[in-house]
Structure formats: structure tokens, C-alpha cells
């Protein structure tokens, strides 16, 4: 048994799941950190989650509900009378950006790190080929990691692995090819939970960088692009 | 109606019941958010919430269920087989302390706030005479609120109110009395919810805080310090 822990927020997506085998690959034993937060495809990403844990031999596994999204609204993707905007992404934060998501995600993940005194917790956060939301820049992860370790206790050492933020989606697809992730597990649609829409900002996102990687995504579509 | 509006992060104990009326005689119209996190007073604390805010006048209330609390654990607050300490406050960190708590409150209340528009969010943190908690120190908030910025929409500007982070008990409940809080309905102690038991941290502070300012606390207790 690997005597470092890093504990990995999984959505179930491809950047996600890459990060947590990132960490694998540097040797962490893994605690993997799922939420269900009313989001419109929660079903499939908690199977995903735990399809991919499988496959990465994580055992121990947080499940969290996190119902108070949907009290707060306020997004395309916990709020089902705002539709998901398909036409291509768009200058600015879309209808699909959840109010300070990653900070809470962070947050409950820091307290789940610090309960089980792992040294690290990883996010996949993609800066460059991403929606454009506020929580998934290095300056915001940056400044998060500084107030994670001032408001825990101080034996409490947490560093935040952000391994994709620089990336491009093509250099995604490559990196998860090369570490035999398994990405036909992994889920990416922001509104259907069985085959996904292919016109999404995420399912666009997902979609070039296989295209761009000459890969073919091996989940299903009903939209071909 | 007010033109600016705070959120205010209100348990109904005594601090964060001040931070709320000092923010209402600042001019704000105050959203009040309550969490409900599994701890052992959660009833009497919730009850408490809504008596105070009945009392403040304030219409906009969210009460939201942090069940995973109690998946996390790690706290005598949030797990009864951990005695919550009553033989005084002691150097270091308790066992009361509830892993980043407070940077869960914040972020979840940050994103309230981002949705209703709102300019400021108080929290009742009080620094010196506390329990030895990192997450209710100034410079712990400091860095909170530079990571809400971060991490929300360029529109939302938000600053954290701390207005106790530096006083003492005896001048919070002199300030409370000053500001004709009812503190007939305010519930600070960790383990009863009928009667205050007298003895834990939070029963101890606040009655040192009443004896310092010679004022008889009007909430009853069971044991007599």
C-alpha cells in the first residue's frame, strides 16, 4: 500500500477521471469524491464514478448529495426551466456555470483531505479549451489552496493538483490514450444520460478534441459533428 | 427597501445574531441563510434561526441540509460517539472542531450571494476569545474572500464581513444589549438543546462573556459557573 493518499473530485467526466489516473501514476493511493448535485445527468455520472473506480481499483469512495444546489438555482444544469444553450460556445460565463461550484467542491473535498490526512486533492480543471467559468483558473485553484491551509488546522499540509489546466482537449484525449484510461466509461453531456447530444458546450468541447487527437470517441452520439 | 443587501451566515448563537443586526443597522436588507449540518443542536439551532429572524424582519431565509456533515465526520459535533470536552478550554485545537467548516459555509453562502446580487456576507467569527478554530481567523477570511472573487463572475464583487473577528465577549454582549438583540433567543451551547449545559466551550465563553459585562444571561443552564 502507497503511503501518500490524494484525494480526486470525479465527476465522472474525461478531465476528471484523467487527473485521478495522473495521480495514480504518481503513485497515490486514491480517495475518490463523487457529487450529486442535482445536476441534470446525475444518474449517469454517479455510475460512471463508480465504473471508473472500479476499473482504478479505488476503494474507498465518498458519495456526497449535495441537494442544496438545487435550492440555489440559478444554472442550466440544476435548473431544468433554463435551457442548455446548443449553438456553440460563447464569449463569456454561459447559463451552464454553477455559482462558485468548484469553491464548494474544494471546500468539502479539503475537509474529506484533511479528515483522512491526505496530502494532496486533485481537480480537472481545464483553463484554455473550457466553458469559460471563473472557478476553473490556476489564479482561482491558487488562492483556494492558500485558504484551504489557513482555515484547516496546522498539521494540515494540503496541496491542490490541477494536472490539465494548461491543457488543450486534444492533448486530453492523447494523455488519457496513453494511460489506458478508460474513457468509454467516463461521461461528458450536460443534458442526456444516455446518448449524448453531441451540440452541448461540453459534448463540443469533448468532440474536438477527439477530432483534433484523429480519435474516435468511444461514447455514443446522436448528433454527429 | 433597502438598496444593498447582505447575506448573513446566522446559526442563532449569540455572534453570528449580532453580525446580522449590526449589518441590518448598517442599511443592508439581510438574506438569511441557515445550515443545518447534523450537529447536535441542529433542531434547537434551527428553531432559533427562525425566532431571530422573525424578530430581525427578515423575509428571505435559506435553510439548507448539510447531510454529508455527517458522512465526514471527524468532529464531536457531528459524531455523538465523540464526547464533546467540558472541563474548559485548552490550547490547541478541539475536538469540536468540524473540518473547514466554515469555508463550506462561506462558499456555499458566496454562491447565494452571487445569486441574489448581493454586496456583502457576514459571518460571526470572533478570533481571541474562541475555541482555537482556524477557520474563524481574520486572515483566514481575508483570503476566503479573494478566493470567492476569483472564482465567481467578474460582475460579482463581494466583501465578507467579520464585524466581531476582534472583540471580546464581554464586548459582544454589550454590543448586542446595546443594539436590543434578543438574546432571550439566541442558543450557543454544543450538546443540550432544552436546557444549556454551562460546561462546554461555547457555553463557557459566552457565560464569561455575561459575567464580564455584568449581565445575567437569559437563557437558562443547568449547571450554575
Redesign the interface.
Known sequence: MAEKQAVCIMSGGMDSTLAAYLMKEDGYDIIGIHFSYGQRTEFKEHTAFHAICDHLHVTKR?V?????FK????SSLTDTTVSVPTEGIEPG?PTT????????F???A???A??EGAEVLSIGVVEEDSSGY??C?K??IE??T???N?????STKLQIAMPLVTLKKEEIVAKALQLEVPLHLTWSCYQNDTVACGVCDSCRLRLKGFALANILDPIPYETAT
Chains 1, 2 share one sequence.
Not at 456555470?97 to 464548494?104: A, D, L
Open positions: 465518498y456526497l448529495p449535495l441537494e442544496f435550492d440555489i438555482g440559478a460565463v456555470y454553477v455559482p462558485f461550484r468548484n469553491g464548494i474544494l471546500s468539502i479539503a475537509a474529506i484533511e479528515k471563473p472557478d483558473t489564479v482561482f488562492s483556494m492558500q485558504s484551504i489557513l482555515g484547516t488546522k496546522a
